[in-house]
């Protein structure tokens, strides 16, 4: 048995493919140091999986999950249902309608079972480790100042003025 805790974030992904997307919540958070473990959990094809995971995540010591998937996405959903963990949810951009189809599956739900949605692909997931890192800074002082100087650097690189192309 692993003697390694229970890192803060778990990122769930409901198929092998979502990765290309869901990388870029593990990159984001490998920039602000902050532990993550990443693991693939399907809501229709490991349903067993999902359910073991939702019901012990909490006591498993994870405090955020950032959950992504794509089409008919009912990972997040699924996952709000059965934790009280903050979940963030990642439309993956699918094939057939462009991650509309996430977008809408992953955002419309009822009141009572929240989950905090993201825009579509790329941007969503980078964003969706910004909150989680946001979330974790309420109570650890150093992701709190490493979260300020990922927002400063940001803010620093933008230019006052474009710059042009040579004619
Ligand atoms: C969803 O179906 C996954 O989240 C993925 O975005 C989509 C397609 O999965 P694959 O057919 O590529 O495994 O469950």
Do not use: C
Not at 24 to 30: G, I, K, S
Not at 98 to 119: E, H, N, R
């Amino acid at each position: 048995m692993s003697s390694r805790s229970t890192p803060p974030v778990a990122i769930i992904m409901g198929s092998q493919s979502d990765w290309a997307t869901m990388k870029h919540a593990a990159e984001t958070l490998d920039e602000l140091q902050i532990g993550y473990d990443a693991r693939i959990v399907s809501a229709h094809r490991t349903p067993e999986r999902l359910y073991r995971f939702a019901t012990g995540a909490k006591a498993e010591g994870f405090k955020v999950i950032i959950a992504g998937a794509g089409g008919a996405a009912h990972l997040p959903g699924m996952t709000a249902a059965m934790t009280p963990l903050p979940v963030f949810g990642v439309p993956v951009e699918s094939r057939a309608l462009s991650g509309q189809d996430s977008l809408l599956s992953i955002v419309q739900m009822p009141a009572g079972v929240p989950v905090g949605t993201l825009a579509i692909g790329r941007a969503g997931a980078i964003n969706a480790a910004i909150l989680a890192a946001s979330v974790l800074a309420l109570a650890n002082d150093d992701v709190a100042a490493r979260l300020d100087a990922f927002r400063e650097e940001r803010t620093a690189a933008v230019t006052a003025e474009p710059v042009r192309d040579e004619a």
